[in-house]
């Protein structure tokens, strides 16, 4: 009498799945037949190792389970070959298969989590690197990331909260926390906007970033992202909230500063002395890259009585035979720059060598020596271009790259008055900006005076009161609507 | 965005408000002149601009035998209308921006200057930090034309000469377009300039020939101050006279002085000179009261005998810089001139006298009495030791 009821459920799950799945030459669906009893194992080519020894202690167990005539015997057998759970709809069915995993069918359906990892080993950091400090970086694997947080901070306080995202990819997502540091509005905030959110595809991490950027137009990064696991533990102990998404070793961090994107996790592992003061030559750098090129135009177009005469002299006698104007000469070496810098990325390393030669020797040399461009502006856009290489973060070093272009046609239009103008739009504009809700410019607008021990400066370890943390949370939406 | 354009806009619309330089200039498409020359001539002013040859100064291939300077010269109705006119002749637009002085002859600022200088101050283009000077015995023109061997910028030879002799000797004094226009608006104080000349051959120190030689065919050379009244140039003071109105002025930075003894010549090297003019009995007794510091830089005898020789030597330094400044102002009150300002120091310390002879200032100035009281310490001897000296003494 149950004989009948078994194969009846049984039948109907395979069916089930066969109808789901029935274009898909890769679906295996191995029915195994022991004592009269048919188990069918059913997983995607490839992803799922069956030994014969652990079968047989399966079908041992199953058996015994079977004389027990218990409820749970398939899950009881199941758990013999690695982590099981109970399986209740179609849809969790084709879950499992789709995840890589093993689904069990007897009279039930198991999910057995002994799915192979296809993912590459923990690799060197790559984009934020440092002299001092740990070299591991994240993983595409959701599961080895979210390790090597849970090896970083042993806090039974970290929380993991999983998602699946995109209708298409079904990808894993895991929001990661401090339950007690961490902020609620904030995490409520990331939640609603992660679940809210009809998206179709997750294939990197930036396809969230989009969701919890601000809404308001800007160049600047408001969600920072990184592949050093330190930076983020670092993070979730300011209270700060962590996205792993499955497929890209980049976790996304909110909210984040605009100091942020000066700042290197290095800072914290060198004597606070030296961190304090190459922090505030980053400082520096952001302006020399920002606003190089449009200085030197607005000094030579407009302001010709402010260089010093000898400069003046020699800047002139440089210029002598030039044939284009000097906004066109900086523009000319600027973009030669990006295309240079743009083919260097996307090259083979192999080839990477040639492009720099091309460049530095062709484009620099050659082009001052046939008169195209003065030797001041391949300084200009040198000092520039390294100034912008010093940035710890791509993010913000692109975005200034942007605005240099903005500042170079203000100062061609209107000289340092031009300049000026940016300069305070730009505050303006930075002011306006929101990192789920907490100011872009926090420490400085609004003034926090701890901060300051570790914005401009880093403090000594030791000296520091506590761990910056974000205090501020501010519902500029409301703000905004309110004006 | 509607409210960002807004903003944006009305951003832009203060633009207009600022002051500032508008109009954008190529830097290959302008011409930097260093010096401005100001002769007369028979229709009015006759400008001759000194202008840089950039290429020549400071450039690094294509470097011809060509001079760095280039001179062009124009006569106008006034002075700016001669600088206009100066493009008929001139290759590019005319950048007054760099000048480092401009040049009068003894001519023209016999006349008076006040258009010329007009032009200077409301001109927007000009930095207001170039210096004044008058040419002597020479026309403007030729002193600008005059190549310099060094320096290759005639323009800068003179105003770091100038600044040499006024730090390092003292009868010079660089003064610029701003306190020049302040002394000359301001009662009780008359403007002065510092002179400047050609020594040699002034034609064929135009030739580059003339650098091509150790010693070139003119050189361009520093001279004393030269004293105006109002904005017309009335005469020369000389090298004492200057040395004492610097004195005056309290503009002497460090000196030397000579003293003749019985023993020979002493000089002394002053490192700190300060002075002070105190109003006596207003409006016509003033007494200046000057402290010295002072190193024996040269002897005769090598050393000096004790603490009474060299109190001997600082009361004949005392003297001589007492000489200086009495000299110096009894020229002044030749001239019935004030250009070290006795009336500013009536006006300061009794206005309400002030009020009542600022009129007749320039009858009464002659006729006032001044007290020199100098106060010489020595600091160094500059002996090595004092063996000598306590074994003589």
């Not at chain 1, 080993?121 to 970086?137: D, L, M, N, S, Y």
């Not at chain 1, 300069?423 to 306006?432: A, E, F, P, S, W």
């Not at chain 1, 809700?437 to 607008?445: E, M, N, P, W």
């Not at chain 2, 009495?369 to 000296?389: A, I, P, R």
Request: charged share 20%.
């Amino acid at each position: 009498m149950r004989k009948q009821v078994d194969i009846e459920q049984t039948m109907a799950i395979i069916d089930k799945i066969k109808k789901d799945l029935y274009h898909r030459e890769d679906l295996v669906i191995r029915p195994i037949t022991v004592n009269d009893q048919t188990v069918y194992f059913i997983y995607l080519t490839n992803t799922v190792e069956l030994k014969s020894e652990d079968l047989q202690v399966f079908f041992i167990r199953l058996l015994v389970e079977k004389k027990r005539a218990k409820e749970t015997g398939l899950l009881q057998a199941c758990l013999q070959l690695g982590p099981s759970e109970k399986q209740q709809t179609p849809h969790d069915y084709l879950n499992t298969i789709l995840n890589h995993q093993l689904l069990v069918v007897y009279d039930e359906a198991v999910r057995v989590n002994i799915g192979k990892n296809f993912h590459r080993a923990i690799g060197e950091v790559k984009t934020q690197e440092v002299v001092r400090g740990p070299r591991e970086a994240f993983t595409e694997s959701v599961v080895v990331n979210q390790a090597m947080l849970r090896e970083r901070l042993k806090n039974k306080q970290l929380m993991f909260q999983s998602l699946t995202l995109g209708t298409e990819t079904g990808t894993d997502v895991k929001v990661v926390y401090l339950a007690g540091v961490c902020k609620k509005e904030h995490l409520d905030d990331v939640l609603k906007r992660l679940k809210e959110a009809q998206i179709a595809a997750v294939l990197e991490s930036h396809y969230l970033e989009t969701l919890l950027e601000t809404k308001v137009k800007t160049v600047f990064p408001t969600v920072y992202n990184t592949e050093r696991p330190d930076v983020i533990a670092a993070g979730l102990l300011e209270g700060r909230i962590a996205v792993i998404v499955d497929g890209t070793p980049f976790v996304l961090l909110v909210p984040c500063l605009l100091f942020d994107f000066i700042q290197s996790s290095e800072d914290y592992y060198q004597r606070s002395d030296i961190a304090s003061a190459i922090r505030m030559l980053r400082v520096l750098s952001l302006f020399i890259a920002l606003l190089t090129p449009a200085v030197f135009i607005a000094l030579t177009l407009f302001h010709q009585e402010v260089i010093p005469t000898a400069l003046l002299v020699s800047l002139a006698a440089q210029r002598e035979g030039i044939p284009f104007p000097a906004l066109l000469e900086v523009l000319l070496m600027e973009i030669t720059f990006e295309l240079l810098r743009e083919a260097g990325v996307r090259l083979p390393s192999a080839v990477g060598s040639a492009v720099s030669i091309v460049g530095a020797l062709v484009l620099g040399q050659a082009a001052v020596e046939a008169g195209i461009v003065s030797n001041a502006m391949v300084i200009i856009v040198s000092i520039t271009a390294i100034s912008n290489f010093v940035f710890p973060s791509y993010d913000l070093a692109i975005s200034i790259r942007l605005l240099r272009f903005v500042f170079i046609l203000l100062a061609s239009l209107f000289g340092l008055v031009g300049i000026t103008l940016g300069l305070v739009l730009l505050v303006h504009h930075l002011t306006t900006l929101d990192s789920i809700g907490v100011s872009y410019l926090t420490g400085i607008a609004p003034y926090d005076e701890t901060a300051h021990a570790d914005l401009w400066v880093r403090k000594r370890l030791d000296k520091r009161q506590h761990l910056f943390t974000i205090r501020h949370v501010f519902k500029r939406d409301k703000v905004r609507k309110g004006v | 965005m509607k409210k960002v354009c807004i903003k944006l806009v009305l951003l832009i619309l203060l633009l207009p408000l600022l002051t500032s330089c508008y109009s954008q200039t190529e830097l290959n498409d302008m011409m930097i002149a260093t010096a401005i020359g100001v002769d007369k001539s028979t229709t009015g002013y006759e400008v001759t601009l000194q202008v840089l040859n950039p290429s020549e100064v400071a450039g690094t291939s294509g470097k011809t035998t060509q001079p760095g300077i280039s001179c062009y010269s124009e006569s106008g109705e006034t002075f700016f209308h001669a600088i206009r006119r100066l493009t008929h002749v001139t290759p590019r637009k005319i950048f007054l921006g760099h000048i480092r002085f401009v040049l009068f002859s003894e001519g023209v600022s016999q006349d008076g200057i006040i258009e010329p200088l007009d032009f200077l101050m409301r001109d927007h283009e000009m930095r207001s930090d170039f210096a004044l000077l008058v040419s002597k015995d020479i026309s403007a023109k030729k002193v600008l034309e005059v190549l310099s061997p060094i320096e290759q910028i005639p323009a800068n030879k003179i105003i770091n000469g100038l600044s040499a002799s006024e730090d390092f000797y003292g009868p010079s004094l660089e003064v610029e377009l701003e306190e020049f226009y302040q002394h000359y608006l301001s009662g009780g104080i008359e403007p002065v300039m510092n002179g400047i000349t050609v020594l040699g051959n002034s034609e064929s120190g135009k030739e580059m020939t003339s650098l091509e030689q150790t010693t070139p065919k003119a050189v361009l050379k520093v001279k004393y101050i030269a004293l105006f009244k109002k904005d017309m140039f009335i005469g020369w003071l000389n090298e004492t006279e200057s040395l004492g109105f610097n004195y005056l002025i309290n503009e002497i930075d460090n000196t030397v002085i000579v003293v003749m003894t019985e023993t020979g010549a002493y000089t002394f090297e002053v490192t700190k000179a300060e002075t002070k003019i105190e109003l006596v009995k207003p409006p016509a007794s003033f007494n200046v009261v000057t402290t010295l510091n002072v190193t024996l830089g040269e002897a005769p005898t090598g050393f000096v005998k004790g603490k009474e020789g060299i109190n001997q030597l600082t009361s004949l330094v005392e003297a001589k810089v007492g000489d200086y400044m009495s000299s110096c102002v009894d020229r002044l009150q030749e001239e019935q001139t004030d250009n070290v300002g006795f009336g500013q120091v009536v006006n300061r310390k009794a206005p309400s006298v002030w009020k009542v002879v600022e009129e007749e200032w320039e009858t009464l100035f002659p006729t006032i009495t001044v007290d020199y009281q100098v106060d010489v310490e020595m600091t160094h001897n500059g002996q090595l030791s004092d063996d000598e000296s306590e074994d003589e003494g």
